[in-house]
């Protein structure tokens, strides 16, 4: 924001802009207007901006509506180029710092609205050699950006495209965690280590087949995902205030998707019913849920990783995280697995965030929800916190990691739980008895089973091969009767 210099009037620093309420000092060089500012002076609440896929987003709409209306003859086509040349410049994200409102605002998100329209009406009249200081510009902010729109169509649609935006972006992200799981699947198949349930010992498995397992739930997040984003692609910019479609042209909904569809690239679908896709943030909570089912599962397996590289002396330590920093201040040679400690930290965040846009979901009234700004922010904070935090995960974490397999296989070879493998040739009570007994004079189970005289060691042995136990089934023959 301009500020006034030595000597110079405060004239020098601000312009005098009017609207229906009156007049009010704007900075002299904000690409921004009189209804932007009054949002500045409402609402300075968190010091928080709108994320760049909300800017973005508006901006699309923008310059769709101006490619849209001017092909249908409603829009002057000087005015029309103007306003899409100077949309784009936002698209690029020239123009970031010019879109200042908190994301606690004016319900709806008409201040939002009309900072988009204030910033591409002023820097199109400048295109077409106005000054920012001038009373008088070609392009104004209501009758020519904002044509055939209004925030009440404008914002749900924003939240939609903002989240498609991203889209493709959140799920490499996501892909790439998934490959890197596979990869350390293959990498530790050979690994084979305890089980364990309810955190107590249980029958053998493979370590790979504890990466493949995580592997799958981010695979089956990211089916979850895109199905969701579906809903996202129904568009219903048209609306106009209420539903109805007033003051927008009959082949203008129809026309803004496919203008959309374009800058996306991405097939967009027409609404079949105006009001629903107005009045309903159905669509962005079911979005936000799938995010949230992703959230919760990335949290389950940041505990797995930590669970398993606790220790080293005292703990599983089956698994040893890349050292990326020191992990106290007092404690020499200390490390902790932080990208794991910071996944789970960002996706609390992330249930937040949905437990928020659930709220908001369901807080509007009757032709419209008014919460829809604080549905946006969350969203797009979302997407922004999973894709941070999930590269940082894969790259710095995942893909380092290494198999502790001498630690593995120690523990392993401590289960008495393995005698599970018995059930079928000695029963389930004797099976409890060798169990017990192995435990209480920390012995083998082969040597237990042995002495009890259930079986000979060659068959116990046999029945016992723990790679084999990892691969289900039955590994020996039920006792007859």
Same mark, same amino acid.
């Given at each position: 924001?301009?500020?006034?210099?030595?000597?110079?009037?405060?004239?020098?620093?601000?312009?005098?802009?009017?609207?229906?309420?009156?007049?009010?000092?704007?900075?002299?060089?904000?690409?921004?207007?009189?209804?932007?500012?009054?949002?500045?002076?409402?609402?300075?609440?968190?010091?928080?901006?709108?994320?760049?896929?909300?800017?973005?987003?508006?901006?699309?709409?923008?310059?769709?509506?101006?490619?849209?209306?001017?092909?249908?003859?409603?829009?002057?086509?000087?005015?029309?180029?103007?306003?899409?040349?100077?949309?784009?410049?936002?698209?690029?994200?020239?123009?970031?710092?010019?879109?200042?409102?908190?994301?606690?605002?004016? =319900?709806?998100? $008409?201040?939002?609205?009309? @900072?988009?329209?204030?910033?591409?009406?002023? /820097?199109?009249?400048?295109? !077409? *050699?106005?000054?920012?200081?001038?009373?008088?510009?070609?392009?104004?902010?209501?009758?020519?950006?904002?044509?055939?729109?209004?925030?009440?169509?404008?914002?749900?649609?924003?939240?939609?495209?903002?989240?498609?935006?991203?889209?493709?972006?959140?799920?490499?992200?996501?892909?790439?965690?998934?490959?890197?799981?596979?990869?350390?699947?293959?990498?530790?198949?050979?690994?084979?280590?305890?089980?364990?349930?309810?955190?107590?010992?249980?029958?053998?498995?493979?370590?790979?087949?504890?990466?493949?397992?995580?592997?799958?739930?981010?695979?089956?997040?990211?089916?979850?995902?895109?199905?969701?984003?579906?809903?996202?692609?129904?568009?219903?910019?048209? =609306?106009?205030? $209420?539903?109805?479609?007033? @003051?927008?042209?009959?082949?203008?909904?129809? /026309?803004?998707?496919?203008? !959309? *569809?374009?800058?996306?690239?991405?097939?967009?679908?027409?609404?079949?019913?105006?009001?629903?896709?107005?009045?309903?943030?159905?669509?962005?909570?079911?979005?936000?849920?799938?995010?949230?089912?992703?959230?919760?599962?990335?949290?389950?397996?940041?505990?797995?990783?930590?669970?398993?590289?606790?220790?080293?002396?005292?703990?599983?330590?089956?698994?040893?995280?890349?050292?990326?920093?020191?992990?106290?201040?007092?404690?020499?040679?200390?490390?902790?697995?932080?990208?794991?400690?910071?996944?789970?930290?960002?996706?609390?965040?992330?249930?937040?965030?949905?437990?928020?846009?659930?709220?908001?979901?369901?807080?509007?009234?009757?032709?419209?929800?008014?919460?829809?700004?604080?549905?946006?922010?969350?969203?797009?904070?979302?997407?922004?916190?999973?894709?941070?935090?999930?590269?940082?995960?894969?790259?710095?974490?995942?893909?380092?990691?290494?198999?502790?397999?001498?630690?593995?296989?120690?523990?392993?070879?401590?289960?008495?739980?393995?005698?599970?493998?018995?059930?079928?040739?000695?029963?389930?009570?004797?099976?409890?008895?060798?169990?017990?007994?192995?435990?209480?004079?920390?012995?083998?189970?082969?040597?237990?089973?042995?002495?009890?005289?259930?079986?000979?060691?060659?068959?116990?042995?046999?029945?016992?091969?723990?790679?084999?136990?990892?691969?289900?089934?039955?590994?020996?023959?039920?006792?007859?009767?």
């Amino acid at each position: 924001m301009a500020k006034a210099k030595n000597g110079n009037s405060q004239a020098a620093a601000f312009r005098v802009e009017k609207d229906s309420l009156g007049e009010l000092n704007v900075p002299a060089e904000a690409y921004y207007g009189v209804q932007t500012q009054r949002a500045v002076f409402n609402f300075p609440i968190s010091g928080l901006k709108p994320y760049p896929a909300f800017v973005w987003s508006m901006a699309a709409i923008k310059r769709s509506a101006a490619k849209v209306n001017g092909d249908l003859g409603l829009l002057d086509e000087k005015l029309s180029k103007a306003i899409i040349k100077a949309a784009d410049e936002v698209l690029a994200g020239k123009w970031n710092e010019q879109f200042v409102v908190d994301p606690f605002q004016a =319900g709806a998100g $008409t201040s939002h609205n009309m @900072n988009t329209n204030e910033v591409i009406a002023n /820097r199109a009249s400048e295109i !077409l *050699g106005s000054k920012l200081t001038d009373k008088d510009k070609p392009v104004r902010s209501n009758d020519h950006v904002n044509m055939a729109q209004s925030t009440n169509d404008t914002i749900p649609t924003a939240i939609r495209v903002g989240a498609l935006w991203r889209l493709n972006e959140l799920i490499d992200t996501l892909a790439h965690l998934a490959q890197a799981l596979r990869a350390k699947q293959k990498e530790f198949d050979h690994v084979v280590k305890s089980g364990r349930t309810h955190l107590q010992d249980a029958v053998p498995v493979r370590l790979g087949q504890e990466f493949g397992g995580y592997a799958t739930a981010v695979e089956r997040n990211i089916e979850k995902i895109k199905l969701a984003a579906e809903g996202l692609k129904r568009l219903g910019i048209g =609306g106009t205030a $209420t539903g109805t479609g007033l @003051n927008a042209h009959p082949e203008y909904h129809k /026309r803004m998707v496919a203008e !959309l *569809g374009k800058l996306l690239k991405m097939k967009l679908s027409t609404s079949d019913d105006l009001f629903e896709s107005m009045n309903s943030m159905q669509d962005a909570v079911f979005f936000s849920g799938a995010l949230r089912s992703l959230a919760q599962d990335l949290i389950r397996i940041a505990n797995d990783f930590r669970l398993l590289s606790s220790g080293p002396s005292t703990g599983l330590d089956e698994i040893r995280l890349p050292a990326v920093q020191p992990g106290s201040s007092i404690m020499p040679g200390k490390v902790n697995p932080v990208l794991a400690e910071m996944l789970n930290m960002a996706m609390f965040y992330v249930l937040g965030n949905d437990t928020t846009i659930l709220m908001a979901g369901q807080a509007g009234q009757l032709e419209l929800n008014v919460m829809m700004p604080i549905i946006a922010y969350c969203l797009f904070q979302e997407m922004d916190v999973i894709i941070g935090s999930v590269r940082a995960f894969t790259d710095k974490c995942v893909v380092g990691l290494t198999a502790n397999e001498v630690k593995a296989t120690g523990w392993l070879e401590k289960n008495a739980i393995i005698a599970t493998a018995l059930n079928p040739i000695i029963g389930y009570e004797k099976g409890a008895q060798v169990v017990k007994k192995a435990i209480a004079e920390n012995r083998s189970v082969v040597d237990v089973v042995v002495e009890l005289g259930y079986m000979t060691r060659e068959d116990a042995l046999k029945a016992m091969d723990i790679h084999a136990l990892t691969e289900g089934g039955l590994t020996s023959t039920p006792a007859a009767g």
